[in-house]
């Protein structure tokens, strides 16, 4: 290979290295935009639109989430009759919420996250038992009910978007009754409607790094796939493990974002 080259593999190499990893740790709990965001920003010029960079990563993202989606389906009885009214509701929520990045300010938004994080992570920790098996069945009002969190969840994703994943994860555990693992196939799902709802805004609103984001989508792939068969190996249990490593370290972030 020679000297030109180098800077352009050390360049893919990166990104493709993030994506894997975001795409493995997406699969499980969320929160793969934390890895893949901040890369995008420090990889690409410094004038790439906004629109630009989370439309890109929302096209990497969805090649893994869609993935996961079908290798839990395989394992995972998926609750239907409560995750496709709110897959249906996030993902008019999604668009919505996008629409409205250009009207009101996110940064208010930081402190309120950042306070549902704690209380979602000392919550979890404290309850040990918390997500291991599931505590009810589910009932026909909770199809209402899904559909109201599809709806708030597609909002804040297209609004402000870091943690959906693992505020899905938490609220299927704690408002429905699901183990961990079965909250994740239906988190994963949702996912990847306000995914596709995000890459619609986005490349109507700025051109996206087609060539980039494919790539990336690539490695977000197999990292999923190999995220997904981690936790349906080990179970509730790892999840919930690694939700709690996710939602700490998101809540660092948002501490120091709100710091600075």
Same mark, same amino acid.
């Given at each position: @290979?020679?000297?030109?080259?180098?800077?352009?593999?050390?360049?893919?190499?990166?990104?493709?290295?993030?994506?894997?990893?975001?795409?493995?740790?997406?699969?499980?709990?969320?929160? #793969? #935009?934390?890895?893949?965001?901040?890369?995008?920003?420090?990889?690409?010029?410094?004038?790439?639109?906004?629109? $630009?960079?989370? #439309?890109?990563? %929302?096209?990497?993202? /969805?090649?893994?989430?869609?993935?996961?989606?079908?290798?839990?389906?395989?394992?995972?009885?998926?609750?239907?009759?409560?995750?496709?009214?709110?897959?249906?509701?996030?993902?008019?929520?999604?668009?919505?919420?996008?629409?409205?990045?250009?009207?009101?300010?996110?940064?208010?938004?930081?402190?309120?996250?950042?306070?549902?994080?704690?209380?979602?992570?000392?919550?979890? /920790?404290?309850?040990?038992?918390? !997500?291991?098996?599931?505590?009810?069945?589910? $009932?026909?009002?909770?199809?209402?009910?899904?559909?109201?969190?599809?709806?708030?969840?597609?909002?804040?994703?297209?609004? =402000?978007?870091? !943690? $959906?994943?693992? =505020?899905?994860? /938490?609220?299927?555990?704690?408002? /429905?009754?699901?183990?961990?693992?079965? *909250?994740?196939?239906?988190? %994963?799902?949702?996912?990847? *409607?306000?995914?596709?709802?995000?890459?619609?805004? =986005?490349?109507?609103?700025?051109?996206?790094?087609?060539?980039?984001?494919?790539? @990336?989508? !690539?490695?977000?792939?197999?990292? *999923?796939?190999?995220?997904?068969?981690?936790?349906?190996?080990?179970?509730?249990?790892?999840?919930? %493990?690694?939700?709690?490593?996710?939602?700490?370290?998101?809540?660092?972030?948002?501490?120091?974002?709100?710091?600075?």
């Amino acid at each position: @290979m020679s000297p030109d080259w180098l800077p352009l593999a050390a360049h893919w190499l990166f990104l493709g290295g993030a994506a894997f990893f975001a795409g493995m740790v997406d699969a499980v709990v969320g929160g #793969g #935009g934390l890895v893949q965001i901040p890369v995008l920003f420090s990889a690409l010029p410094a004038d790439t639109p906004i629109a $630009t960079i989370f #439309g890109t990563n %929302k096209l990497a993202s /969805f090649a893994g989430t869609g993935s996961a989606v079908w290798r839990y389906a395989r394992r995972v009885s998926i609750p239907w009759r409560v995750v496709l009214p709110a897959t249906l509701l996030a993902l008019a929520g999604a668009w919505i919420g996008a629409a409205l990045v250009a009207w009101l300010p996110r940064d208010w938004m930081r402190p309120l996250v950042l306070v549902l994080m704690i209380s979602a992570a000392v919550y979890t /920790f404290m309850n040990k038992n918390f !997500g291991h098996v599931e505590t009810r069945e589910l $009932t026909p009002r909770d199809r209402w009910r899904g559909g109201l969190l599809g709806l708030v969840i597609g909002l804040y994703d297209g609004f =402000f978007g870091p !943690g $959906t994943g693992s =505020f899905l994860l /938490f609220a299927f555990v704690r408002l /429905f009754g699901m183990d961990f693992l079965r *909250a994740s196939a239906s988190a %994963k799902v949702i996912n990847s *409607a306000t995914n596709i709802a995000a890459i619609g805004f =986005f490349a109507s609103h700025g051109p996206l790094l087609w060539s980039t984001g494919i790539g @990336m989508a !690539g490695c977000n792939l197999i990292g *999923a796939q190999i995220g997904s068969a981690m936790a349906l190996r080990h179970g509730s249990g790892f999840i919930r %493990k690694a939700f709690l490593v996710v939602v700490v370290t998101l809540i660092g972030k948002l501490a120091f974002d709100l710091l600075r």
